[in-house]
């Protein structure tokens, strides 16, 4: 039931009200409303309550003893009704003046967390991250994150695309990597899926677009500010295009995603005080691999065409440009067996990372669609095809050529939300340390 709902299904005299629906035309009139304690400020004659539902903050005036307030903590879901007044309070223009208060649910134990500080330690944000959604905050980037999902789907379904879903258990290791979470299934070793690149590619002999939103694991050791243990990917693939195609499409979801965030999230941008700028303006720049090793070697730094770019490479090229720009034609030994040479010089690859500054939100290509050319790619980077053979076979029965992308929403999210750390932006966090709650 939502809160509208709830409302109507009230069946007081007084009327049940959202706070953010409390207006001067409610004033001199009998409101009740439902909240949790934010704030108890007890003076000799008056306690003053400022009370939060999930669309924002009322104050409330309780003049006279009441019979149950020593129950009344903070956090506690407590129902007020009265008399809706004008405030003298600098930070509210009504408070409620209160004739019967309930406690509804009382919170028994005092919170870890000072909603209305911002200065708790994000592990203690995440280790009571119920209570964390209630600091505005925290709130505004989760509902930010719902806005951009709707947005992403709806860019991508308005072109045709087709959501599908693949599986999280799967019986060898996808893309040839170590990092991935082993089990046991059924007595059978199973891993975590770290992608779903080999199926959605599989999909290409009947569907021409696809993508899936979908959760994905790497049992990396990695402790930093953009890396997690279970992430959130949004992947695409698409048939008939090459790597160019797909740098177009995501420029148009990206650029949808920032005008719906723009118009439908504007309190919340609000809230976490982010200026939205304009690096999500197409057309992104496009620089090759070879254009990024120069301007490092230019900067003095010791790398040759060849070496994959290292964290501090990045953050050079990201002081450089901090908007949103795409590193393409990648060295075609540094990218996985999947991706497709250039036709014109096959040392390098139809590949591209999508960044911004020094963040890295995608990475696609061009596939190979051939499968001899394919199973090729995989003896030279050592792997053996015959753990492919699902995968492989499906090349012989009429592959169409195609190309595709995942894209990190953790990190777009990071992006969007102006967050230095990725666990402001995903609920529950996983990482090396942190499997509670
Ligand atoms: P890749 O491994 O580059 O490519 O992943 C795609 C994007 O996913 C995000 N990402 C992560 N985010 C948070 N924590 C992690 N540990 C993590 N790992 C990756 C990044 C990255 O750019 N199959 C290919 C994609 C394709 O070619 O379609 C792949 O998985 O934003």
Avoid at 185 to 210: C, T, V
Avoid at 230 to 259: G, H, Q, R
Avoid at 359 to 377: F, W
Avoid at 413 to 429: F, G, Q
Wanted: hydrophobic fraction near 35%; include cysteine; charged fraction near 20%.
């Amino acid at each position: 039931m939502n809160s509208k709902n709830h409302r109507e299904n009230q069946n007081n005299s007084t009327h049940q009200q959202l706070i953010c629906d409390i207006s001067s035309q409610f004033v001199g009139k009998h409101i009740s409303i439902v909240g949790w304690v934010n704030k108890l400020i007890k003076l000799k004659t008056v306690t003053f309550i400022v009370v939060c539902d999930n669309t924002g903050l009322l104050q409330i005036a309780i003049k006279n003893k009441t019979p149950n307030q020593n129950e009344i903590t903070k956090n506690s879901i407590i129902q007020a009704r009265g008399i809706l007044q004008k405030s003298q309070s600098h930070d509210f223009d009504f408070e409620l003046g209160v004739q019967s208060i309930t406690v509804i649910s009382k919170a028994i134990t005092q919170s870890p967390l000072d909603m209305n500080s911002n200065i708790s330690y994000l592990d203690t944000r995440l280790n009571s991250r119920a209570l964390d959604i209630r600091n505005p905050k925290t709130a505004a980037i989760f509902k930010i994150r719902h806005n951009a999902l709707i947005s992403i789907r709806a860019s991508l379904i308005q072109k045709g695309f087709i959501e599908i879903t693949t599986p999280k258990i799967i019986g060898n290791a996808a893309e040839g990597g170590a990092n991935l979470f082993s089990m046991k299934y059924f007595g059978n070793d199973a891993y975590l899926a770290q992608s779903p690149q080999l199926y959605k590619e599989q999909m290409m002999l009947g569907f021409n677009q696809i993508f899936e939103i979908a959760t994905f694991y790497r049992a990396e050791k990695s402790h930093t500010l953009k890396h997690l243990s279970e992430f959130t990917s949004v992947d695409i693939e698409c048939a008939f295009v090459n790597y160019s195609d797909i740098m177009d499409l995501i420029e148009s979801i990206i650029k949808n995603l920032y005008e719906f965030i723009l118009h439908n999230c504007k309190q919340e941008i609000n809230i976490i005080n982010t200026k939205i700028p304009n690096s999500y303006k197409r057309p992104f720049k496009r620089f090759t691999y070879s254009q990024i090793v120069e301007k490092l070697q230019n900067n003095d730094v010791g790398i040759k065409f060849g070496d994959d770019l290292l964290d501090s490479h990045l953050k050079l090229i990201g002081n450089l440009h901090p908007e949103f720009y795409f590193i393409t034609d990648w060295p075609l030994k540094i990218k996985p067996f999947y991706i497709s040479e250039k036709y014109e010089n096959d040392h390098l690859s139809q590949s591209f990372d999508l960044q911004c500054g020094d963040i890295e939100i995608s990475s696609g290509g061009t596939r190979i669609y051939d499968y001899q050319k394919l199973k090729n790619r995989m003896i030279d980077q050592n792997l053996n095809p015959s753990d492919f053979e699902n995968y492989l076979n499906v090349f012989n029965w009429g592959m169409p050529p195609h190309a595709g992308c995942g894209i990190g929403l953790d990190r777009l999210m990071m992006v969007l939300t102006n967050s230095k750390n990725i666990r402001e932006t995903v609920l529950y966090p996983r990482d090396p340390n942190r499997l509670f709650p």
